[in-house]
């Protein structure tokens, strides 16, 4: 079945250092994969997203470029603030048996991200 | 704007008791999905449907049913809630192509006691 593995959090930084957290994935056919961000007391809401190989999503200043060939997914920025702390999920979105998945997503756990002043 | 709204942010039930968390999308979207959040385990999929009175299991679907009467109304019922079902509970709802973006309501912080 689809899986999607994130770096271990919580991950602390200062303010305009270099963001990365790391995404892989596994999945039977040609996944859409997604960047949600989730801020405190709110929903998830999309921050990227690629539908195929060697595209790269950005938006914000965050991106990521789908690798097919590491099936990774690496969500990057090259100077944090303040409000960029929240919660990054990555996710992923592929056809089941049958040809269709319904737009279903697989997410991995999610990493927490603080940034301080 | 698009909208996915949920019926409460915060609600207390007690083991035993029906509770019925409702979700309503403005934006004529065929698929709607429930989603359960808890620290560490990421979103993990209860139930979805792609069409009015469709619905389709997700992961963790025991304790759970759904009901979808109409094309923005999606309603998650837990027939006798109990206290490991606790959780921040999140609807969504998309277009029905794969790689279309899901759009999330603020969430519901259900506790059972």
């Known amino acids: 079945g689809n899986s999607v593995t994130q770096m271990e959090g919580p991950v602390t930084l200062s303010e305009e250092a270099f963001l990365t957290i790391n995404c892989t994935y596994t999945?039977?056919?040609?996944?859409?994969l997604f960047w949600y961000v989730q801020y405190p007391g709110e929903g998830l809401q999309l921050l990227l997203k690629a539908t195929k190989a060697d595209d790269k999503g950005s938006n914000k200043g965050f991106e990521a470029t789908y690798r097919k060939e590491t099936t990774s997914f690496h969500l990057e920025k090259g100077s944090v603030q303040v409000s960029d702390s929240a919660v990054y999920f990555c996710?992923?979105?592929?056809?089941?048996?049958?040809?269709?998945?319904?737009?279903?997503?697989?997410f991995g756990q999610g990493t927490i991200l603080t940034v301080h002043p | 704007d698009v909208k996915v709204t949920q019926s409460s942010r915060y609600l207390v039930k007690r083991t035993g008791e029906k509770v019925f968390l409702e979700c309503v999308q403005d934006m004529d979207h065929e698929n709607m999905f429930w989603y359960r959040q808890d620290p560490g385990l990421g979103l993990r999929l209860i139930y979805f449907s792609y069409d009015v009175k469709m619905k389709e299991k997700g992961d963790i679907p025991e304790g759970y049913s759904v009901s979808r009467e109409k094309k923005e109304r999606f309603s998650l019922i837990l027939e006798s809630a109990s206290t490991n079902q606790t959780s921040m509970y999140l609807c969504?709802?998309?277009?029905?192509?794969?790689?279309?973006?899901?759009?999330f309501g603020p969430g519901t912080r259900l506790t059972v006691l």
């Open positions: 996710a992923l979105s592929d056809l089941g048996a049958g040809g269709t998945s319904y737009g279903k997503l697989t």
């Open positions: 969504a709802s998309s277009l029905l192509d794969r790689g279309d973006t899901q759009y």
């Open positions: 999945a039977t056919g040609y996944p859409s």
